[in-house]
Structures are given as C-alpha cells and as structure tokens.
C-alpha cells in the first residue's frame, strides 16, 4: 500500500471513530452521509447531524481530491504545477447550550508532484476551541490535552503551535482572537530532525486527542442552566465565527478555489447566527468578562 492510500484509509477511520462518539456523547442525534465526488477527481463522505439532544449542529467531513494543480492554487502555495492529492478530515459542532463550546478541527495532507517528476508534500492541521463564555478551568483542560499530545513527539510542538493558532485564528477587523486558541500547524515535512513517519505519527495522535477531550465538555456542560439572554449572546458569538471562516480562513479559500463542494465546505456554518450594530457588553458583566480574553498570548495552563 503507498503511503498515501494508507493515510487516507486512516482519515476514513478516524472519521468513523469520532462520529460514533459523538453520537454514543449526544444520545439522540444522527449523523446522515452524504457521499460525493469532485469532477476533476477524487471525493468525499460529508456527515452532518443536526438537532441533537447537544448538538445543535455540525459536521464531520473527509475528502481525498486529486487531480491537476490549478494555476492560481500552485502560485499561492508556492509549488510547481502537477498532479496534486489533498485528504483529511474536518470538524466543526456547534452546540445548543451557549456553556459548551464550539469546536473545530482539521487534519490534512497534500502532496503534489511536479512535472518535473519531484514529489513535495506537507501535513497541516490543529484544533481550536471557542467558548460562548470564557471558563478557565475548561481552558486549562482544553490546552493541556493539546500539550500532552504535543510533547509526545516534541517538546517544542505545543508552545510553537499555540502561538501560531493565536495568530492564525484572530479577526484583525475586530482586534479579537475567535475563541481561546489551541494548535495550528501547517507544511510540516520531513527536516533534520522529523521524518515523514514522525510527522504522520503526531497527526495521528491530533486526530485521536479530539473525541475524547469534547465529549468532555459536552458531559460536564450540557446540562447548565441558560438563559435568553445567553442565547443572544451565542448568537453574536456564532457572528463572529461566521466572519473568520468567509473572510479569513485559508480552508475555505482552498477548498472554493479548487471547486470543491460547497455544502461541504460551508457546513462550518451555524445554524443561526446574529449581528447587532455596535453591541457592547455591560462592564464586568459575563459577556464584557470573555471579550475581555478573547487576545493573543495568555498562557491558559
């Protein structure tokens, strides 16, 4: 088996393994498939579930496409034109209770060969969490989970990629990051001292570290009290999500400009979402309070 053929097999399980449990954490949503395929080559398996006893929303995405480097996609990445492969899986719930946070993660690998007959190729990935309302006990949790699973294969890992995740998931219009971070990475190949094996094996390890660490917080959160006022609150937030992701994001980007699905991109969505002019927050209350922490920088551990 070439090794890609075995990282996208593991994609198709990882997928599975986190929808089963996710579904065994909610206890009444389904996830429904949605099986496709991409005209210049390849496909996926979109899973979305909605109206959940949890989750309000969400989806659970793989996709392994192929095919001929666009143009514009080789320029903006700096490689040559030639066959390329894109897999991975990617995640984002949205839940009903504005105390459980919304998740996201992406783990990928792309590799394309040029005419030339040289193979390039990278992993990319990370998992980020954005609270309704900031608590700093579900943050710690959240930030040691990704450290355990980082210092496994390099102590330098956690402490690089947080800070690229604060840099990377921040919405420069309004001088805020989306949530409280986590780890993001990109282009991770083989250097002097990672191989190819090494690297494979700590996406391995970022992929397994999600199931277990937010059925956690749909465990400890889903049953706290809320008020309309909340909700509201949710929704604003939900607003801001909805910025990053079509103003900002890379992914959405990528996937947009290599024609790939749109509902599959676009299912980061929520399910409702809420803009007020000018809102602010009244002082020292729990809203003024998490704005307050939505920055760059804060060592949550």
């Given at each position: 088996m070439k090794k890609s053929e075995e990282i996208i097999h593991w994609f198709k399980g990882l997928q599975d393994r986190i929808c089963n449990s996710l579904e065994e954490a909610d206890d009444k949503g389904k996830f429904q498939e949605d099986m496709w395929e991409r005209d210049g080559g390849g496909g996926g398996r979109t899973r979305v579930i909605e109206s959940g006893s949890v989750i309000e929303k969400g989806g659970v995405n793989f996709s392994a496409v192929h095919g001929n480097m666009p143009e514009k996609i080789s320029k903006a990445l700096n490689v040559p034109t030639g066959q390329f492969l894109a897999t991975g899986v990617s995640i984002v719930l949205h839940p009903y209770n504005p105390m459980v946070p919304i998740i996201h993660m992406n783990v990928r690998y792309f590799e394309v060969e040029g005419a030339n007959g040289k193979q390039t190729y990278w992993f990319g990935g990370g998992i980020d969490l954005t609270p309704h309302y900031i608590d700093e006990e579900d943050?710690?949790?959240?930030?040691?989970?990704?450290?355990?699973?980082?210092?496994?294969?390099?102590?330098?890992?956690?402490?690089?990629?947080?800070?690229?995740?604060?840099?990377?998931?921040?919405?420069?219009?309004?001088?805020?990051?989306?949530?409280?971070?986590?780890?993001?990475?990109?282009?991770?190949?083989?250097?002097?001292?990672?191989?190819?094996?090494?690297?494979?094996?700590?996406?391995?390890?970022?992929?397994?570290?999600?199931?277990?660490?937010?059925?956690?917080?749909?465990?400890?959160?889903?049953?706290?009290?809320?008020?309309?006022?909340?909700?509201?609150?949710?929704?604003?937030?939900?607003?801001?999500?909805?910025?990053?992701?079509?103003?900002?994001?890379?992914?959405?980007?990528?996937?947009?400009?290599?024609?790939?699905?749109?509902?599959?991109?676009?299912?980061?969505?929520?399910?409702?979402?809420?803009?007020?002019?000018?809102?602010?927050?009244?002082?020292?209350?729990?809203?003024?309070?998490?704005?307050?922490?939505?920055?760059?920088?804060?060592?949550?551990?």
């Open positions: 943050a710690r949790y959240f930030h040691q989970q990704l450290k355990t699973a980082c210092d496994q294969h390099d102590p330098a890992y956690y402490p690089k990629f947080k800070t690229w995740a604060d840099d990377y998931f921040y919405l420069k219009h309004r001088k805020e990051t989306r949530g409280i971070g986590g780890i993001f990475f990109d282009r991770l190949s083989t250097d002097d001292t990672h191989s190819f094996e090494d690297r494979w094996a700590f996406v391995q390890d970022v992929g397994d570290t999600f199931a277990p660490t937010y059925t956690h917080f749909m465990h400890k959160n889903k049953d706290l009290p809320f008020t309309e006022e909340n909700k509201n609150w949710q929704f604003l937030r939900r607003g801001r999500y909805v910025e990053f992701n079509l103003v900002w994001d890379k992914g959405t980007k990528f996937g947009l400009d290599t024609n790939g699905r749109t509902e599959s991109i676009l299912m980061s969505l929520p399910p409702m979402a809420n803009w007020v002019y000018n809102h602010q927050p009244e002082k020292d209350s729990p809203e003024a309070l998490t704005l307050a922490k939505l920055r760059k920088g804060i060592d949550w551990i």
